[in-house]
Each structure stands twice: as structure tokens, then as C-alpha cells.
């Protein structure tokens, strides 16, 4: 290999390393900056163009991500996450029916909006929900995270990953519902039953009466108009008409009021999070100009021989490694070689996915949970999330591996 090719290669190892690690030994730099840092380094060298760059950056993934979070906001800003959850805690009658309710809830929010924003809006609500009750917040708040990366798996946007997936693969998004709602459905099942037979000291409680102790302000006009937008966007989702257009429809729809400011919208965007993903795209697209991404392939194409599971078997180790996004970009390429395609799609997109509930660094949702739950004085070591974390990770996966 020429210089330039050892060099990309080395640039993004380093990149991918620190991403997975969170930080560069000696630098403050978080995960957005060493994958800015990198993209630009590949630049420098030569590796790719300005014009290489700009066409390796998958823009209907960004307007999806950046459509989602608009949407998310004004569904925050109007109320609607209190409103679920005040529906939840009234209809349990004991911890059992509780932690189930909030599955489901955390479940299915996750499978039509971004997991890392479910996780963000209910985590205090659950934490303050449980104070009040007198209960431990610990099985509650590891069913809604477990909960948020499983239910995320059905739908093309309820993960990152899966957004480039659908991206990359052009499934319909009717399409991956049938095929992942079903695994999805039943993991949500294993997910309850874990965490029910770990606690069992805490699910054997006594019976209550869940007072209305949620008070969130609801914006009423706020809280319409999104329902009907994001029922219209439903619906052409179920249509065909392409996920991002339809995403950026409802959200210009949404930014079309005379009621709320757009600066309380634009604060709620994760801009460092669209920043990270236009980086990555850059930073791996390096890998095809120099012709490693095929090289890398040759290495990797036994999986395509061997079968889908060991391929989904790969594709867990590698996401618990490097982190679930970075490891579905390096992967995707090998997706064509398999003779069933779309199965090969749905294995890398449910793996990916699923890998995030096997230890607490395994998703960005699950770190979202931790970090609120230890500002409420409540700590969740490593080992509190493995135990329910690593038989959910792997009942689910064998469940959804004999589905696919």
C-alpha cells in the first residue's frame, strides 16, 4: 500500500477508537470533535476531496435526523411526553403493571421517534414518579431504556442506525415494520420478564394507587396541531413517499406557527449529533476512495458465506466495540455479497440495534438514563445494568435471529 492508504487507514482507526472510547488520551475532545478532527486529517492528507467529502455525506439521513428532532421538540414543548406518562402511572394498580406500562410506553415512542430523545424526556418523569411512590427507580428506569433501544429497532426512524439504513437500503418503511415489528414486539416481552424475575424483591410490592402527581403544562393548540401532522406524516410514510421528505414536511409544517418562537425549537436540535454523523459519513467514505473499504471486504466476506447469524453475530461484538453507527457503516458493504439482501438488511439493522441493551456504554440511550438518574442523586453502576442488560441482549437476539 502507498503512504496515502496507510495513513487513511491509521487515521481511522484512531478516529473510530476514540469514538468508541469516548475521548483521546490528553485531549479534550468528545465524540462529535475526534470525528470533525479526523474528517479534516483525511482531507489534509489527500485522502478524499472537498468534493469526495461533500458527495460521501448521506444528506437524506441528516434532513431525517434533523426532521425527527423538530418534531420531538414541539411534541416536548406541547406536552405530549407528560401527557403519556400521566396516562401510564394512573392506569398501574402495582410495580408489575407499572414497569410494564412504562415498556410499552418507552417501546413504542421509540419505535416512531428517536430512542435518545424518549429516553431525555421520560427519565425524570419516571425518577419523579417513583419518588413519590416510595419505590426503588432502579428496574423502572432500566426497563424504559432497555425498552427504548428495543422498540427503536421496528421502524426505520426509531435509531440513528437504522435511519442509514433505510437510507443505504431503500426499504420501505411499511416494509421493515413487517419484518422487525414482530421481534420487536416480543423483546419488549423479554425485557419485562428479566427485569420482573432480577427484581423480584421490589415487583412483589404491594398493590397502589397511583395519585396525580405528573403536572406538566400542556399546550393544547401545541399538542393538536402536532398529532395531526405527525399522523399526515404516518401516512405518507405508509404511502412510499421518501422518509426524509415526508420527516421534512411535517417538521416545516410544524415550524409554520404564530404561537411558538423558533428559538425554544432550535435550542432542543442536537446540532453536535448532526455535525457527528455528516463527520463519520466523511471519515468512512475516506475508506472507499483509497479502495480499503474493498480490501476490508474481501477480509470480511467468509460472514456472507457462512450465513446471516454469524453476520449478526459480527455485527453485536463490533457495535459493543466501536459503537452501533460507525460499526453499520463499515459493515453495509457486505450486505450486497449475501443472496437474500433485504434479509441481510434487517439482520444488520435488528443486530446493531439490539447490541446496545448488552452493557451500559452499549447505546447513547442507555448513558442518556445514567447521566439524569446520578444528577437525582440515583447511581447505576456498570454491573446493575449488565444484569438485566445481558440475558435481555441475548433472549431478544436469539428471538429476532429465528424471525428474520
Known amino acids: 500500500m502507498e503512504w496515502r492508504e496507510w495513513a487513511t487507514l491509521l487515521i481511522v482507526a484512531v478516529t473510530i477508537g476514540g469514538i468508541a472510547v469516548g475521548r483521546w488520551p490528553w485531549l479534550r475532545a468528545d465524540r462529535t470533535g475526534i470525528t470533525l478532527i479526523g474528517a479534516t486529517l483525511l482531507l489534509g492528507i489527500g485522502a478524499l476531496s472537498l468534493e469526495e467529502a461533500y458527495a460521501g455525506v448521506d444528506i437524506g439521513t441528516i434532513i431525517l435526523l434533523f426532521s425527527m428532532m423538530v418534531i420531538n421538540s414541539n411534541l416536548y414543548l406541547a406536552g405530549f411526553f407528560g401527557v403519556v406518562t400521566r ?46 411512590l416510595k419505590r426503588s427507580p432502579l428496574p423502572y428506569l432500566l426497563g424504559l431504556a432497555t425498552a427504548a433501544n428495543v422498540g427503536s429497532m421496528a421502524t426505520i426512524t426509531g435509531n440513528p442506525q437504522n435511519i442509514i439504513i433505510g437510507g443505504l437500503s431503500h426499504i420501505r418503511y ?18 419485562w420478564l428479566v427485569i420482573v424475575l432480577v427484581y423480584r424483591e421490589e415487583m412483589r410490592g404491594p398493590a397502589f394507587r397511583v395519585p396525580d402527581m405528573v403536572r406538566t403544562a400542556t399546550l393544547r393548540p401545541l399538542l393538536r396541531k402536532s ?100 460499526a453499520v457503516l463499515l459493515l453495509q458493504g457486505l450486505v450486497p455479497a449475501f443472496a437474500e439482501t433485504q434479509r441481510a438488511w434487517f439482520m444488520l439493522a435488528a443486530t446493531a440495534t439490539l447490541a446496545g441493551n448488552l452493557t451500559l456504554l452499549g447505546s447513547v440511550a442507555n448513558l442518556i438514563m445514567a447521566e439524569l438518574a446520578g444528577r437525582w442523586g440515583v447511581r447505576i453502576t456498570f454491573f446493575d445494568y449488565v444484569r438485566v442488560g445481558m440475558p435481555v441482549t441475548i433472549l431478544s437476539l436469539m428471538v429476532t435471529m429465528l424471525l428474520i
Do not use: Y
Request: aromatic letters at 6%; hydrophobic letters at 60%.
Open 87 to 132: 396516562h401510564v402511572v394512573r392506569t398501574a394498580r402495582g410495580p408489575r403493571t407499572l414497569l410494564a406500562l412504562i415498556i410499552l410506553a418507552s417501546g413504542v415512542l421509540s419505535a416512531l421517534f428517536l430512542n435518545d430523545t424518549i429516553v431525555l424526556m421520560l427519565t425524570p418523569i419516571i425518577l419523579d414518579t417513583t419518588r413519590a
Open 227 to 326: 398529532m395531526l401532522v405527525i399522523s399526515a406524516m404516518l401516512l405518507l410514510f405508509l404511502l412510499g413517499v421518501p422518509i426524509p421528505l415526508a420527516a421534512l414536511l411535517a417538521a416545516a409544517t410544524l415550524m409554520t406557527t404564530r404561537r411558538l418562537r423558533p428559538d425554544r425549537v432550535w435550542k432542543s436540535i442536537d446540532w453536535t449529533l448532526l455535525l457527528f454523523f455528516a463527520a463519520l459519513f466523511v471519515v468512512t467514505h475516506a475508506l472507499e476512495t483509497q479502495q480499503l473499504s474493498e480490501r476490508l471486504f474481501e477480509i470480511l466476506a467468509p460472514l456472507a458465506q457462512a450465513g446471516l447469524i454469524p453476520f449478526g453475530l459480527v455485527t453485536v461484538v463490533l457495535s459493543n466495540l466501536i459503537s452501533n453507527v460507525p
Open 174 to 191: 411499511v416494509e421493515f415494520v413487517q419484518h422487525l415489528g414482530l421481534p420487536a414486539l416480543l423483546s419488549l416481552g423479554i425485557c
